[in-house]
């Protein structure tokens, strides 16, 4: 497996010359087309600290609220079409999620409460940071990418009128609260690698018979139920599509400092040696950008590298079938360890 480099905006608004080698060596680093997705802090002296700033950054970081029991307008079309009296809405996680019963009407109504002022057709960085807000969809993770995937979005940080008919349309959901359980299940699948969530025979049947969503479920789970059939396969689309979310138009590679915020949101929940090696990719200073080499090692060599290397990396083979990239990190990781500075590699279970 050779790939790899030589030595030497995800989401959503929430490298030698020699690009066959995986690695491009560029020009000073550009400030990215997307702020959404930029580290907001550069050079920080840990890797938790690194990853956290590069996580907080993929979408703009959303204000504190005045009112934070104050219930919005959206949240209110939420909860279905009856008069809701403010006091005495009950907290989102208590709420019947599974009787926001799904209507395009409704998808249209919480398109519209969020869409651009200028452009009534586009729900743009500031909308889908509101959106994000109000539905308690995490900013610093993986869920607005995946709403993104969802949606089949063209651009990073704008949702259009058409990809969130058509991406609600196949999920039947027109509720804040159903597209919260909805991104929480999906994030829990193919980024946590928990467990699926059990397939009752009736829920199953009842689909089939609709040829859509169970009445006893609160959104159309059919891909939910094909991405747990084949994790590994659902992940690398969602993996692919965030690549190509993030590259610029005409471009082959997308800047290092966007590469690593995502690779914070989508690699490092399940394999922590994510941070030391952004790490290392900081502070070696050559790489400046990530083309689809370089992406496609950071989820497939890692993983094999996280089942087979040993913690203390004392089985490593420098001249085994490894990305020159790993090599690199690997003398670096020994290193600062044996310089007392740097923790070795935690290997994955």
Known sequence: ?????????????????????????????????????????????????????????????????????ELTASTKLALNDDEVDEKKVAPKESQEVSNQQYTPQRAQSLFNSFSDEDDSNVIGPGGLERLCTEADIPLDGAQPLILAWQLKSSEMGKFTRVEWSHGMGLLEISSLPVLAQALREFDDLLIRDKQALSRSASASSQAKKKGGASTREPYNRTRYWQYASDRKAAFAELYQFCFTLAKPPQARNIDLETAVALWSVLLAPRYSIINDLTTFLTEKGTYRGANKDIWNMASTSVHEFCHTVDPSLDNYEADGAWPSLLDDFVTWAKSKTNDGTEPVPVKEG
């Open 1 to 69: 497996m050779q790939g790899g480099g030589t030595n030497g905006t995800a989401t959503l608004d929430c490298a030698a010359a020699s690009v066959s080698e995986g690695v491009e060596a560029a020009p000073p680093p550009k400030k990215s087309r997307n702020t959404a997705i930029k580290a907001t802090s550069r050079a920080k002296t840990s890797a938790k600290g690194r990853a956290g700033t590069a996580k907080a950054s993929l979408l703009h970081a959303h204000n504190e609220r005045s009112n934070a029991d």
